[in-house]
Each structure stands twice: as structure tokens, then as C-alpha cells.
């Protein structure tokens, strides 16, 4: 079974309009998080937002935030008021604990945004 | 704000070379780890690092691969003999126990085999 969902391979939005992102996970881990990245095409990794699984609220990052959502295991970003450098893939991520201490994260397929002047 | 360095950016190497990617984590972080995208795909785990041993490995990681922490501040990913599907983008990342915000990836090295 798939750990990360993302079921939107491409998106448009139009510039100045907020767009949701979708994210589902899967996990049995009690403690967990979950972020999402931006990879523009020059292929680097760029960190957003991040939502602990014990965090009472929704993170906020700027024109992101993200809508969690426990019970339902979804985690959508949001991204309002999108700007031409928008445009990128945007990849949802969850890190899931060990006793060892360290922690794999795993990686949602991704959704290509396209912002539309 | 502190941030993990990779070099080199980009490196092109023949099929059947030795190629060592390089990393430096953020300083006070205990865990590093290496990941990899091919192109048009998802990022996958490769490899877990602690108190210089593997903490674990993926399926991905056989024995071409290898990691080394040579000194304090350097993390290295060694393919002994490059493939042409070991073309890809490889991330490096590290991480305070157990701190979601600490969880930090470099700008990553696009290897390319020819």
C-alpha cells in the first residue's frame, strides 16, 4: 500500500488564486510528520511547511499552509494568492520514527502546478 | 539558516567509474541520509546513517553503493561502478533525533552516466 498519496498529477491555477494541493498517508506510527517540498525544474529540494502529527494546529509558512486533517489522514497544502514562481512540482513527504532514532521519509509521487498569467 | 551543502552540482561520468558525491550536514545534526530521484520520479530512500554505521538500507542500496562519514563534517556516497540507470538526482539529508523542523535536504547533485 501506497504510504503517500497524491492523486493530482498536474494542476493549473490561475495567478492571485489559492490552490489545494491533495495529500492522503497511511501509517500506524502514533508520532509522525509530514512536509511538503517544492522542486522547481532546476531540481533542487525546497522545504515549505512541516505539520507534526501532535500538532494541535495547522503550520502556516507564509502563503502556505497546510490543512491537516488526523482522522481523515490528509494533509493538503494550500497556497494562496499564486505567483508565476509558483509553478513547480510539488512533492508531500512523511517522516515516520524509529527506535533507532532516525527517520526514512517517504515521498508522494508529486503534483505538477501550473500557474497561469 | 543553517543548510546542507552538496558538490559537486552536477558530474557526468562513464559507465563502469567511481564517482563519490559529497555532503556536508548541518553541524549539530546526528543522522544522515541519502535519497534518490530519477528523472520523472519519486524521491526514495536509499540509505540511513548514525554513530558511523548504517542505520538502514533500501533495496536500492546494494553492494556498488557504499557511505562513509570520512571526518566530522564530510558525508559521502560512493557508487563503485556506475551503471547508466544510476543516472539520477541524489539528495543528501540530515536530521536532529526526532525533530520534523530539523529534517533538511540539500539543493541535491544530478549524476549523469554515459
Known amino acids: 500500500a501506497q504510504k503517500i498519496t497524491q492523486t493530482q498529477p498536474g494542476m493549473f491555477v490561475q495567478e492571485k488564486e489559492a490552490v489545494t494541493l491533495d495529500c492522503t498517508y497511511d501509517t500506524s506510527d502514533q508520532s509522525y510528520g509530514l512536509f511538503w517540498y517544492k522542486q522547481p525544474s532546476s531540481g533542487e529540494m525546497i522545504f515549505l511547511i512541516y505539520q507534526g502529527s501532535y500538532d494541535e494546529q495547522n503550520a502556516t509558512e507564509g502563503r502556505y499552509s497546510l490543512n491537516f486533517q488526523k482522522a481523515r489522514k490528509s494533509a493538503n497544502l494550500v497556497i494562496s494568492a499564486s505567483q508565476l514562481g509558483d509553478s513547480a512540482m510539488y512533492f508531500c513527504?512523511?517522516?515516520?520514527?524509529?527506535?533507532?532514532?532516525?527517520?526514512?521519509?517517504?515521498f508522494g509521487i508529486g503534483t505538477k502546478l501550473q500557474v497561469i498569467p | 539558516e543553517p543548510e546542507v551543502t552538496q558538490t559537486p552540482s552536477h558530474q557526468v561520468t562513464q559507465m563502469g567509474q567511481e564517482v563519490i558525491l559529497r555532503c556536508v550536514p548541518i553541524?549539530?545534526?546526528?543522522?544522515f541520509y541519502w535519497y534518490r530521484q530519477i528523472l520523472g520520479q519519486k524521491v526514495e530512500f536509499l540509505v540511513s546513517?548514525?554513530?558511523?554505521?548504517?542505520?538502514?538500507k533500501s533495496e536500492i542500496f546494494d553492494d556498488q553503493f557504499s557511505v562513509e562519514r570520512p571526518d566530522g563534517s564530510n558525508f559521502t556516497l560512493k557508487i563503485r561502478s556506475t551503471k547508466l540507470e544510476d543516472s539520477a538526482m541524489y539528495f543528501c539529508a540530515s536530521s536532529e533525533l526526532n525533530r520534523g523542523y530539523g529534517y533538511t535536504f540539500g539543493s541535491g547533485t544530478r549524476l549523469t552516466v554515459v
Open positions: 546513517f548514525y554513530n558511523n554505521e548504517i542505520s538502514e
Open positions: 553541524s549539530n545534526h546526528l543522522y
Open positions: 513527504a512523511m517522516r515516520e520514527g524509529s527506535q533507532g532514532g532516525y527517520q526514512k521519509v517517504t
